[in-house]
């Protein structure tokens, strides 16, 4: 292990910190919730500047993906948190009697939180929020690729956070990975599926349990719909594409799959709306955030540097070197094995890919990796069956895009190849939670068959206790005739 003696002792402070206890205290973790609302009450602002000097995000689109999201949380966490804390109590069989079981929520201990930099506020202060309310100590690795909100934490945190608890450690791959070599006690990633494979594989060594909220290739079903309902379905698209992070987003929509004989109205429409939300001139779009660096503006034109590819640009298609700004656009049936159909494409471009029947998209869906969220528009009942039962992802949506995100009651995360483990709200809490099970027995009453010496009664008295045979224990141990073939 490379030595770092600075990362080595806040390592060593936050362990010392959680022995002592003081993370486990409700008043402790309510203190810190109630800090995490100060902060970004207080902070608004900067905050507002931060994403925009970083990704180019209105004021607007900050507070209804980051802050507001933030603030949601925080709120959420205070007003349940003594309810989540409280033990479970149950019931246990009658055989266990005179017994108690529960099941209590410790904090796993020193937590490392991974964030990445699309939502660079969020991703790191609402895992925090579940980590703090679950009681745990915490770092924080934000990414380095959006560096002044990195900054900003590391600067700010020690003044609203408990120092001795909460620590920022900022720094690239190398200071990722040198954090990586320590033994933690839950690690809770969020980046790419390829990274996400190193995070697993170094918790594996300490076998530290891992949350991994990944990315992939979020489908949006498109069936064909009445006018009415055009509109307002075409808005949620293109919400879902251009309206969070310029398409550099989890669950933002990678692609839309319609029938063939719907693709020019659906096409018609996401242009119009398009123009409605953005207008035409790339270079003012000041409503459409920017790529983040140059590294991911190259990567998004490289897709339309294969001919075959810009041959089907049907919408856009512009980039604006200065700003790192992508024009919304739209391309019409993109080769299936073009990097643009098999890359996560994290960026303004739209693949619309048409099928002669909607519900081929399934198999199609079926045939590659499983998608963190899957959205549908349709109204008719069976599909919605068909698609729940026929394709796993990580949420299905009917009729909207990325709302998912701001339902606490909802579990958000993957599976397969975008992830496991699941967060927000009450599943926030348990994820940064073990759940213990408890059982207290009184020393009344024994249940001898489970001892030895064996004999036929007592197997026959198990049968009954494994089957909750009441009366047949009753009548075994009356000395009354047996209750079943030994
Ligand atoms: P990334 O995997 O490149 O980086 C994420 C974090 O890992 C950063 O903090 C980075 O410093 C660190 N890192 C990068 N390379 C590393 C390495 N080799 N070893 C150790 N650590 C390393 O991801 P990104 O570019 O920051 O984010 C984009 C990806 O994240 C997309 O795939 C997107 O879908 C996914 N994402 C998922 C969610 C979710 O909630 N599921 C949310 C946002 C982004």
């Known amino acids: 292990m490379i030595d770092n003696p600075e990362m080595r002792r806040s390592v060593e402070e936050l362990r010392l910190t959680f ?28 905050l507002f500047r ?9 004021p607007v689109e900050s507070y209804r993906d980051e802050i507001g999201v933030v603030k949601k949380s925080a709120d959420h ?13 149950g019931r246990l069989p009658l055989v266990f009697f005179p017994a108690s079981r529960k099941v209590l929520s410790e904090p796993f201990g020193l937590v490392l939180i991974i964030g990445s930099w699309n939502f660079p506020i969020s991703l790191i202060l609402d895992p925090l929020i579940g980590a703090i309310s679950a009681g745990n100590t915490v770092v924080l690795k934000p990414s380095e690729l959006a560096l002044n909100c990195a900054s900003f934490f590391a600067n700010i945190l020690p003044s609203y956070l408990d120092p001795k608890a909460i620590k920022v450690i900022q720094g690239g791959i190398d ?5 990586l070599q320590y033994k933690w006690d839950k690690i809770f990633f969020t980046g790419s599926t390829k990274v996400g494979k190193i995070v697993m594989g170094a918790a594996a060594m300490n076998l530290t349990p891992v949350t991994l909220e990944l990315g992939g290739k979020c489908p949006v079903i498109f069936d064909c719909l009445p006018n009415s309902d055009l509109k307002v379905a075409a808005k949620r698209v293109a ?5 969070a992070c310029a398409g550099q987003a989890c669950i933002g929509i990678d692609y839309v799959i319609v029938e063939q004989k719907f693709a020019s109205t659906l096409i018609e429409q996401l242009k119009k709306t398009i123009k409605e939300f953005y207008g035409d001139d790339v270079k003012n ?28 640009i049907v919408y856009g298609g512009s980039f604006d070197d200065t700003s790192l700004i992508i024009e919304p656009t739209i391309l019409l049936d993109p080769p299936l094995d073009a990097a643009i159909m098999n890359e996560e494409i994290f960026g303004p471009l739209l693949p619309v890919i048409t099928m002669d029947k909607i519900e081929e998209s399934i198999e199609f869906i079926n045939s590659k990796p499983k998608p963190l969220a899957l959205y549908a528009f349709t109204k008719h009942e ?10 796993s992802s990580g949420s299905v949506t009917f009729n909207d895009t990325m709302v998912q995100f701001v339902c606490d009651d909802l579990p958000f995360g993957g599976v397969g190849q975008s992830g496991f483990g699941r967060y927000h709200g009450k599943y926030s809490f348990d994820t940064f939670s073990h759940e213990k099970a408890v059982l207290e027995r009184s020393f009344y009453l024994e249940l001898e068959p489970r001892h030895p010496p064996w004999s036929t009664f007592k197997l026959e008295f198990l049968r009954c206790v494994y089957n909750y045979n009441y009366a047949g224990m009753l009548r075994l141990l009356l000395g009354l005739k047996r209750t079943s073939n030994p």
């Open 19 to 46: 022995k002592s206890g003081k993370t486990r205290s409700g008043d402790w973790r309510k203190a810190q919730l109630r800090a995490i609302l100060r902060l970004i009450q207080e902070n608004e602002d900067t």
């Open 50 to 58: 931060l994403l925009e000097s970083e990704l180019g995000k209105h």
């Open 175 to 179: 200071v990722s990975n040198q954090l």
């Open 77 to 89: 966490a205070l007003t349940y948190i003594d309810q989540w804390m409280s033990p479970k109590k």
């Open 285 to 312: 779009l000041r409503n459409l955030a920017k790529i983040i660096n140059r590294g991911h503006f190259d990567r998004l034109r490289s897709y339309l540097e294969d001919p075959t590819v810009a041959n089907c």
């Open 239 to 243: 919400s879902g594409k251009w309206g």
């Open 382 to 391: 069976n599909f919605k069956k068909r698609i729940l039962a026929e394709t």
